[in-house]
T-cell receptor
Framework: SQQGEEDPQALSIQEGENATMNCSYK?????LQWYRQNSGRGLVHLIL?????REKHSGRLRVTLDTSKKSSSLLITASRAADTASYFC??????????FGTGTKLQVIP | DVKVTQSSRYLVKRTGEKVFLECVQD?????MFWYRQDPGLGLRLIYF???????EKGDIPEGYSVSREKKERFSLILESASTNQTSMYLC???????????????FGDGTRLSIL
């Protein structure tokens, strides 16, 4: 069963613009992770935010978590063509297995 | 650097064949996972293992089995391949889960399997 759902399903922006992706989930979690997948490749872990954190930064990435709304957002600032990829959120509950969403496909146009 | 290696990038098999997909990790991770990825459905967990010879069913185990005889190797077996098992298969590993903590997973590059 899918826990997380990303929105939008696809996003196309110009290089230099910011890209925002959202993730909604259904049950309580201990943490939420974001992954990137380049075309034809495996997933790469980007960032993990714990349920007691509200915001986290890593380079050009900013992740927020609102547990009351059961939602998270991933912001990529000053996007580059190399950011073109699919982005997935994944929710985990401790001993529970991690469950992935269906992904947002981001295209950054040079 | 962390490395998860899947034995084949592309594989073509026939209906009814027994198919083996192999995955090896070099990070001494306790946990290993097999997913399939289909357009519009995201990643779905088939099986995972948290120790040698241990296995747990994921969300879609039907038609599959797994084997973990050594810590670094996790094999996915399609007992009798069918066309609806045509998909991208991804292997991942992670360190042991601590209470209230899920460690990031490290993925291989996937095997694109076609069943004809």
């Amino acid at each position: 069963s899918q826990q997380g759902e990303e929105d939008p399903q696809a996003l196309s922006i110009q290089e230099g613009e910011n890209a925002t992706m959202n993730c909604s989930y259904k049950t309580s979690i201990n943490n939420l992770q974001w992954y990137r997948q380049n075309s034809g490749r495996g997933l790469v872990h980007l960032i993990l935010i714990r349920s007691n954190e509200r915001e986290k930064h890593s380079g050009r990435l900013r992740v927020t978590l609102d547990t009351s709304k059961k939602s998270s957002s991933l912001l990529i600032t000053a996007s580059r063509a190399a950011d073109t990829a699919s982005y997935f959120c994944a929710t985990g509950g401790g001993y529970q297995k991690v469950t992935f969403g269906t992904g947002t496909k981001l295209q950054v146009i040079p | 650097d962390v490395k998860v290696t899947q034995s084949s990038r592309y594989l073509v098999k026939r209906t009814g064949e027994k198919v083996f997909l192999e995955c090896v990790q070099d990070m001494d991770h306790e946990n290993m996972f097999w997913y399939r990825q289909d357009p519009g459905l995201g990643l779905r967990l088939i099986y995972f293992s948290y120790d040698v010879k241990m296995k747990e069913k994921g969300d879609i185990p039907e038609g599959y089995s797994v084997s973990r005889e050594k810590k670094e190797r996790f094999s996915l077996i399609l007992e009798s391949a069918s066309t609806n098992q045509t998909s991208m298969y991804l292997c991942a590993s992670s360190p042991i889960m601590q209470v209230l903590s899920n460690q990031p997973q490290h993925f291989g590059d996937g095997t694109r399997l076609s069943i004809l």
